[in-house]
């Protein structure tokens, strides 16, 4: 039976969703990452990976559920507060949300124009831009050309899809 929902209750659900997703991503890939690519990462370089992956979750959200835009409006919102949360002044507190967000779209516009619709699950190129900018700040390195990274990262977008399709497939957004 299909439980009815507003768009509000929704985005709180996607929001527990990403962070699950997120965290399991960040737990296997950041070890894996690492001997790759021969370094140890620094606090700054593993709060820059996991930051990328919520964006990365939040794009295959975004993707999935393409035309339910106040859901997505909701679940961007709690993505944004999350950043003003992190100011310790009222300037942090309004410029970290808009320069997250303006960040956010980058890599929404990004990601879009990387995703090919006639590849089915060969989504290398997306992959590939994905790994650049979770591990080298956006900028090409053959060391991402790696079938360990780029698999883990393919499977995940893959198997986010269809786990995001089938939860949002047990509700109905209403305006209750």
């Not at 996607?14 to 690519?37: D, N, R, T």
Request: proline share 2%; net charge neutral; with cysteine.
């Amino acid at each position: 039976m299909v439980k009815k929902v507003t768009a509000e209750e929704m985005a709180k659900g996607l929001s527990m969703f990403c962070k699950k997703f997120s965290k399991g991503l960040y737990e296997e890939f950041a070890p894996k990452a690492q001997v790759v690519l021969n370094t140890k990462f620094d606090d700054a370089r593993l709060v820059t990976l996991a930051r990328e992956i919520w964006m990365i979750n939040l794009w295959i959200i975004a993707k999935v559920l393409g035309p339910d835009h106040k859901t997505l409006d909701e679940l961007h919102k709690i993505y944004l507060s999350s950043h003003s949360n992190m100011a310790n002044t009222e300037y942090g507190k309004s410029s970290f949300p808009r320069e997250a967000e303006k960040i956010l779209h980058e890599r929404y516009k990004k990601y879009y124009a990387a995703w090919d619709d006639k590849s089915g699950g060969n989504q290398s190129v997306l992959v590939i831009t994905m790994l650049e900018y979770m591990l080298n700040k956006g900028q090409p390195d053959e060391r991402l050309m790696n079938a360990m990274l780029t698999f883990e990262i393919t499977t995940h977008v893959l198997g986010m899809m269809r786990a995001v399709i089938e939860f949002r497939d047990e509700f109905e957004v209403t305006n209750l």
